[in-house]
């Protein structure tokens, strides 16, 4: 269940998560005042001479944090710790931001390795009881000289609902029929908790369904709330 299959719904359609500026915006997040460099000092001085024997652009893409912007609204840390590997940035996002307990974990859902074009970031889902959460992105992006965390502190406001309390897929999928006069034949894909954009909030399990009759202009996505069917995002594959 811990993969990264579903697709970004458009502002249109699903409000956009709330990302929250700074370190003290929520309990969750850690202290930055030491820079983090004590946290990872060890792991950077490991891999220090490792990390001399590469080109620059080898572990991060040859850019240097100058070119990244003094202010990005969703920051929780920068420091000029260099890291050189997705491991190295679990620790350092482990180490920005607490989790609230164990059942809570960061997962690695995407990462532009693959992309030297890019800068060098690795983004990290949570997930709660080992469910991914909508919402709950959270990006490492390192660079020759330094690290940056940035996030979703809102989405520990929520109030997560739970696992077992949920309708099948098919009735699920039976109430949105019923209720839409839709009964294109769409295929289930996975559960996922939604979290809203305002926090605070109860955080629901949804249903993911895609309608796929290859033709690019008519496929779509649709989100159903596991617990009552209801539609909670719908956004098709061609988008205006």
């Not at 059942?103 to 690695?108: A, E, G, M, S, T």
Request: negative net charge; contains cysteine; hydrophobic residues 30%.
């Amino acid at each position: 269940m811990l993969r990264k299959n579903y697709v970004r719904p458009i502002a249109a359609v699903l409000a956009a998560a709330a990302l929250f500026s700074g370190c003290n915006t929520n309990g969750n997040i850690k202290s930055s005042g030491s820079d983090s460099s004590e946290t990872t000092q060890n792991t950077t001085e490991s891999t220090t001479e490792e990390a001399e024997t590469e080109t620059t652009g080898t572990f991060n893409h040859g850019h240097s944090i100058s070119e990244a912007s003094s202010y990005r609204h969703d920051e929780i840390n920068r420091s000029s710790d260099v890291l050189t590997n997705r491991d190295q940035a679990q620790e350092y996002l482990e180490n920005c931001v607490e989790l609230p307990g164990p059942d809570y974990k960061f997962v690695l859902t995407e990462t532009s390795e693959n992309d030297p074009g890019a800068y060098m970031w690795y983004e990290f889902t949570l997930s709660y009881k080992d469910i991914l959460v909508m919402n709950g992105e959270f990006r490492v992006i390192t660079f020759t000289d330094g690290t940056l965390c940035e996030g979703n502190p809102a989405v520990f406001t929520c109030s997560f609902a739970d696992p077992n309390d949920v309708i099948s897929q098919d009735d699920a999928l039976k109430i949105y029929a019923d209720e839409y006069q839709d009964d294109r034949d769409y295929k289930y894909l996975d559960s996922i908790y939604y979290a809203s954009s305002k926090g605070n909030r109860e955080c629901n399990i949804v249903y993911k369904y895609k309608y796929d009759c290859g033709k690019f202009d008519e496929n779509q996505t649709i989100l159903l709330n596991a617990k009552t069917g209801e539609m909670i995002g719908c956004w098709p594959d061609a988008i205006d």
